[in-house]
């Protein structure tokens, strides 16, 4: 039987998934996110497992603390952010860091490496956060590879052989990830993808507007793209 993935674009980089029976939130930044509507907010975080977070930028952990607080769900991600947010007032977080896997019943997470950066406000200015992360979800026998916001790396080719991703949510928008031509690059160099989902586009003018760039360079990948608020089933 095909696992089904239900993917729901936040806007920006924030995804609700369902799969496999649980509901995953990833780098919500729901109030304050331009692209998302906030009217849906209480429907967005119903019934949501766990939170997981690439890194520790303001346009992916934005209101955590507080969505954490209102579903009682715990918050993973690497461990240098997970003690920052613990400060903040977050009580139930899962640190761990790359090569490392948890479970939330039968899914389960593997962080991976991303290259971009990873920064929280303090009170002289940015502070290390840990390192910026990716995800491999893990279904039955399917995987969800969730870049986080990166470049394209080398690293690519051996989370191929690894993980073999069968899905992506892919960052296109430029200026502080790949753009289209290069998340297509690492499409289509690197994986065998079934189906991709585009992230990190669309927000701020900096940001590509549209997906039509990346759909052309990453064919005969299909690309399955929400609108904000939109979802979409792979499997």
């Not at 766990?50 to 918050?75: K, M, Q």
């Not at 977080?93 to 948890?102: Q, R």
């Amino acid at each position: 039987m095909s696992t089904q993935w239900k993917i729901t674009w936040l806007g920006h980089a924030s995804f609700r998934l369902e799969v496999d029976g649980k509901v995953l939130l990833i780098d919500p930044w729901l109030k304050g996110n331009p692209k998302f509507d906030e009217s849906q907010y209480a429907q967005v975080i119903s019934g949501v497992d766990a939170i997981l977070l690439t890194h520790a930028h303001f346009d992916h952990v934005s209101g955590v603390a507080e969505i954490a607080a209102e579903t009682g769900a715990p918050v993973a991600g690497i461990f240098d952010l997970t003690t920052w947010l613990e400060k903040q007032g977050v009580t139930n977080t899962v640190g761990f860091n790359k090569g490392g896997t948890i479970h939330f019943g039968d899914v389960a997470v593997t962080m991976v490496n991303a290259v971009h950066s990873s920064s929280a406000p303090g009170d002289d200015g940015p502070i290390c956060a840990g390192s910026e992360a990716g995800f491999m979800i893990h279904a039955r026998n399917e995987t969800l590879y969730v870049m986080g916001d990166t470049d394209v790396m080398a690293d690519m080719a051996l989370l191929q052989e690894l993980h073999e991703p069968r899905y992506a949510i892919v960052p296109i928008g430029g200026h502080f990830t790949m753009d289209a031509h290069r998340a297509a690059y690492a499409c289509k160099k690197f994986f065998h993808f079934q189906a991709v989902v585009p992230s990190h586009y669309k927000t701020f003018d900096l940001l590509a507007q549209n997906a039509d760039e990346f759909i052309a360079k990453v064919s005969p990948v299909a690309v399955k793209v929400p609108e904000p608020m939109g979802t979409v089933v792979l499997g």
